[in-house]
């Protein structure tokens, strides 16, 4: 079994892998590849743009500023453009770009021969060198302007655009060779996470631990197991829990079994205040060992028909002197717990009798799910109050009185149920008054 790396490991191989890969391909594509040539201009169209009289070719660029061009002078073609332009040459002025690495001093048109110059001679020179063809290093050309600033024509340098063409190339190629391996690289540091908090998101500290998948960077390793063990720990936690409300409840019953026998003998009207009250105490530590019971429990899973479900509950409240009416809009069968899903339909009508007097039950079908509604017509909740009261012990009105009466569990047991079946329990307004507590079960099984 090889040696699992930590994630520091592995992105810092990760950036000295793409850090290497990228100057590779940037020395390849920047350095092997043939250097742009150095910018060269022709004299003629120079000298026309710098008149002005002709549209300014892509390869010149020309500019206007106070001073003349520094740099190397080139006489010569001074000369030259001072005949071309019929100006003086104290008002031009050339210099070379960037000084050529052979020499091309171009003999001046007063020594063309010893015999001295002949305007023959001196024209010969000139038509030589507006050839359109020639080509000269990249220099600047000036002429000085009636106010004052000079107007310059020079190279517009498209060496430098190759270049920038070649560097651009070369971060294109390093991005496209490295996309690869960095995306190979994330997955191989995020699979194993993603598995871990799928089999994370799956855990019930009513079901059997399962086994994690311990894989991917030495910390994922880490984190995995200690998961693992976490959840054993809570699961052994809720399973002592669990027993010790048993107990309490086991130890409870006794008593209150006394209690009532001793009440029987009381006389009215206060034996039936004290029956009420050692029942209503009787029902308390029943619900509270059937919430403990249910966080713990597994669940015995197995198709269950919601609709035959829901009509026998309705017929044993009716049965019970309760006002429950049903509509079946969808018979469908879900996997789930009988049992647990018995508890949670129940509760949510005994806690719409005690509020409303009455309830209705729909089923019905949405976005796969099936749904269980169990709306009622009393004072509803409050969508700030909502949250709270799914949790254990909670209660919208907290004077626990005999009218109202009850652990706080109804809600809280009925949310437990469904979260896990995969559902989820949702409280909504009712059109025109009143409250709806949807059950909403998966038609799958999660």
Request: charged share 20%.
């Amino acid at each position: 079994m090889s040696r699992p790396y930590g994630i520091f490991a592995r992105v810092a191989g990760l950036a000295l892998a793409t850090l290497v890969l990228a100057q590779g391909v940037g020395f390849a594509v920047v350095g092997w590849w043939p250097a742009p040539p150095a910018p060269t201009m022709n004299p003629a169209q120079a000298i026309a743009a710098l008149s002005g009289d002709a549209g300014v070719t892509p390869d010149l660029r020309v500019r206007t500023q106070a001073d003349a061009p520094v740099g190397e002078s080139v006489p010569w073609l001074v000369e030259l453009a001072a005949h071309s332009l019929q100006r003086p040459a104290s008002q031009i002025r050339a210099v070379w770009g960037q000084a050529p690495a052979v020499s091309l001093q171009i003999v001046e048109s007063g020594r063309l021969s010893p015999a001295g110059p002949s305007a023959r001679h001196q024209n010969h020179v000139h038509a030589a060198l507006l050839v359109a063809g020639l080509r000269l290093p990249a220099f600047e050309l000036a002429a000085a302007q009636p106010d004052g600033t000079w107007r310059i024509v020079g190279s517009s340098d498209p060496g430098r655009g190759q270049w920038r063409r070649q560097v651009l190339l070369a971060l294109a190629l390093g991005a496209l060779l490295i996309a690869p391996i960095t995306w190979w690289m994330a997955r191989r540091l995020t699979l194993p996470l993603r598995r871990l908090a799928d089999a994370s998101r799956r855990m019930d500290l009513a079901a059997p631990a399962q086994a994690l998948p311990i894989e991917g960077a030495r910390e994922v390793r880490m984190l995995g197991q200690a998961i693992a063990e976490a959840h054993q720990r809570l699961r052994a936690q809720a399973e002592d829990v669990t027993v010790a409300l048993a107990a309490v409840a086991h130890d409870l019953r006794t008593p209150l079994t006394g209690l009532r026998l001793r009440a029987e003998s009381a006389p009215s009207p206060d034996r039936e205040r004290m029956i009420a009250d050692i029942e209503r105490m009787q029902a308390m530590i029943v619900q509270v060992l059937a919430y403990a019971q249910g966080e713990v429990a597994p669940l015995q899973r197995e198709p269950v028909d919601v609709a035959s479900l829901v009509r026998e509950l309705a017929a044993s409240a009716t049965a019970a002197g309760q006002q429950v009416q049903t509509r079946i809009d969808a018979a469908a069968t879900v996997p789930g717990d009988a049992l647990a899903l018995r508890r949670a339909v129940s509760n949510l009508i005994d806690n719409g009798v005690r509020y409303a007097g009455a309830v209705e039950i729909l089923l019905h079908v949405v976005d796969a799910r099936l749904c269980i509604d169990v709306a009622d017509r009393g004072p509803g909740i409050p969508a700030a109050a909502r949250a709270r009261l799914l949790q254990p012990f909670q209660r919208l009105e907290h004077s626990r009185n005999r009218d109202t009466g009850g652990a706080g569990l109804g809600l809280a047991v009925a949310h437990t149920v469904a979260r896990r079946h995969g559902g989820v329990l949702e409280l909504h307004d009712r059109e025109d008054g009143g409250l709806i507590a949807r059950l909403a079960l998966p038609l799958a099984e999660p």
